[in-house]
């Protein structure tokens, strides 16, 4: 299952969500200039991030993603965790960028 969350108060912040069973987050990539990550072991990843799911663990563990994703355009980051999750029916968005 693959969903688009947008800040209502940040418009920045964008969150893609690749999820089986409809609660467990395979993959998930966190967008925006106030974004942040606190690791279950208390230290922080300040920016823009990419959790995927490790056994045991879930999604708690993230890890920056400065040149996996086209930061500047959320909709081309879309479409680049889309090809990351190897989804291969995408669906067709319309429209101006979420930021």
């Given at each position: ?6 800040g ?6 964008v969150?893609?969500n690749?999820r ?7 993959v998930?990539l ?22 995927v799911?490790l ?9 920056p ?8 355009n959320?909709?081309?980051?879309l ?21």
């Amino acid at each position: 299952m693959l969903d688009v969350y947008r800040g209502r108060i940040d418009l920045s912040k964008v969150t893609y969500n690749n999820r089986a069973h409809q609660v467990v987050v395979l993959v998930r990539l966190d967008l925006g200039s106030g974004v942040s990550h606190r690791y279950p072991d208390s230290q922080e990843i300040v920016g823009p991030h990419l959790h995927v799911y490790l056994g045991g663990y879930g999604d708690k563990w993230a890890q920056p993603v400065w040149n996996l994703f086209d930061l500047s355009n959320p909709l081309k980051a879309l479409d680049d965790f889309m090809r990351l999750c190897n989804i291969t029916r995408p669906p067709l968005v319309e429209g101006r960028p979420l930021m």
